[in-house]
């Protein structure tokens, strides 16, 4: 569904390219509609984040939805012109060839793609495939490498990373990545949030600070209720109240 843009932050589907999202607002020529569209790309992921709001039965049609592509091309094609696509999931990668033809029939010179991914498939001929289609990465990372895999499983940093590290070699300038924190403890002790410190660090030393590559956080509070905790994959003793300003994932 098209949103109308108010707020042009994470939640409407610019996630670390906030800055960018409110240069294209404010560019934008003041009778042009101001619209977003946020596109999911199939009901699968590789990933059962412990932080993640889609823990839920999965769908009786998790491959992407023809419904879907059929209407966007055609609402396109009477008219309808977003400023931005985002093109998320559960994680789009998994389905490459719905997300090529979904990221071709929405490209356009004057129009901003955005794909939102964990960067696991992000390699080969698919990344290669995607940089002519999509305009920057949002690539997930939560912490270094212990953190990070806490969060999203064993293993899945180093390979994330090392995808990141390649694309940003080829295509500077179009990568973001997005941490999100919260309100749990390590195996060691130590707050996950607090990991990002040295995350940004990591990114500092590899990347650089030009500005060629952007970091943003996204922050989950949690209440102290069987339900939201279960939700998040987070045992009991972790959750409480994140008390920083953030947008709150409502559990009752």
Request: net charge positive.
């Amino acid at each position: 569904m098209p949103v109308r843009t108010g707020n042009f932050m994470g939640q409407v589907g610019f996630g670390s390219f906030a800055a960018l999202g409110l240069e294209t607002l404010t560019s934008a020529p003041p009778e042009r509609e101001k619209y977003y569209v946020a596109l999911e790309v199939g009901e699968v992921c590789q990933l059962k984040c412990k932080h993640c709001i889609y823990h839920r039965q999965k769908a009786q049609s998790p491959a992407p939805s023809e419904v879907v592509f059929t209407n966007i091309v055609s609402a396109m094609a009477r008219g309808f012109d977003p400023i931005w696509v985002s093109l998320a999931g559960k994680e789009p990668t998994i389905f490459p060839r719905a997300l090529l033809e979904l990221a071709s029939a929405t490209r356009r010179p004057e129009r901003l793609n955005i794909l939102m991914t964990n960067g696991l498939r992000l390699n080969g001929g698919l990344a290669r495939q995607l940089s002519e289609l999509i305009d920057n990465f949002d690539i997930s990372l939560d912490g270094e490498e212990g953190a990070h895999d806490w969060m999203r499983g064993r293993g899945s940093f180093r390979k994330t990373w090392n995808n990141l590290s390649a694309l940003h070699e080829r295509y500077p300038n179009r990568i973001g990545i997005i941490a999100t924190a919260v309100h749990g403890s390590l195996p060691d002790g130590r707050d996950q949030h607090s990991d990002i410190v040295a995350l940004a660090r990591r990114l500092r030393d590899r990347f650089g600070t030009d500005g060629r590559l952007s970091l943003s956080l996204s922050l989950i509070t949690t209440v102290q209720t069987t339900r939201c905790c279960s939700m998040l994959m987070i045992s009991s003793p972790s959750c409480g109240t994140y008390r920083i300003p953030a947008f709150p994932l409502g559990c009752s």
